[in-house]
């Protein structure tokens, strides 16, 4: 059974720092993985996706990787701003299963002045 | 940029009542979803729909829960008589395909008294 988890549960960190988030899955055997962003009380915005096939999926000042054999995906933030203060969710598609995301508890980032 | 609308944002029922939420996909989608998300808890699947049928649905997606697209453009999920554990954030989604990028509406806010 296919189970994601994310460290850490929170962070909070002062605008300039580099960060980075992760997320743990148990079951190696993936089609990719999809980080999201989600405000409170707001929808899942879709940040980036990376196919099993790639280690490495970049956006702007964001960054995802992913590590099959070892069952882990980190998301690498540079240059942290206040907006970027969100909870930051991974997800991963059951296997076989249309889409059927499994998702973490998400990483609650703020990011102060 | 496309987006997935859902309606209304925020909804307030009586326990028992039938409520319905509404969804307008992404015009090229193919494969729709609807996730929940207890306040405090994870993001969890609910249902699967392709070409007019439900091709999987969690343990949640009992008899009270019902899926249809009736005009090739709105997707909706009903509850036919709601409970106050039913209260939670509802979210569409949409892929075109059944393992690419999954993009999410901004969620309506069930909250049954």
């Known amino acids: 059974k296919q189970e994601v988890t994310q460290i850490p549960a929170a962070l909070s960190v002062p605008e300039g720092e580099n960060l980075v988030l992760n997320c743990s899955f148990t079951?190696?055997?993936?089609?990719?993985l999809q980080w999201f962003r989600q405000d409170p009380g707001k929808g899942l915005t879709s940040l980036l996706l990376?196919?099993?096939?790639?280690r490495e999926q970049t956006s702007g000042r964001l960054n995802a990787s992913l590590d099959k054999s070892s069952g882990r995906s980190t998301l690498y933030i540079a240059a942290s701003q206040p907006g970027d203060s969100a909870t930051y969710l991974c997800?991963?598609?059951?296997?076989?299963?249309?889409?059927?995301?499994?998702f973490g508890a998400g990483t609650r980032l703020a990011v102060h002045p | 940029e496309p987006e997935v609308t859902q309606t209304p944002s925020h909804q307030v029922t009586q326990m028992g009542q039938e409520v319905i939420l509404r969804c307008v996909p992404i015009?090229?989608?193919?494969?729709f979803y609807w996730y929940r998300q207890i306040l405090g808890q994870k993001v969890e699947f609910l249902v699967s729909?392709?070409?007019?049928?439900?091709?999987?649905k969690s343990e949640i997606f009992d008899d009270q829960f019902s899926v249809e697209r009736p005009d090739g453009s709105n997707f909706t999920l009903k509850i036919r008589s709601t409970k106050l554990e039913d209260s939670a954030m509802y979210f569409c989604?949409?892929?075109?395909?059944?393992?690419?990028?999954?993009?999410f509406g901004q969620g309506t806010r069930l909250t049954v008294v």
């Open positions: 997800a991963i598609p059951l296997s076989g299963g249309y889409n059927k995301l499994i």
């Open positions: 079951d190696s055997a993936i089609y990719n």
């Open positions: 990376i196919q099993s096939s790639q």
């Open positions: 015009s090229n989608h193919l494969y």
């Open positions: 729909f392709y070409n007019n049928e439900i091709s999987e």
């Open positions: 989604a949409g892929t075109v395909d059944s393992d690419t990028e999954a993009f």
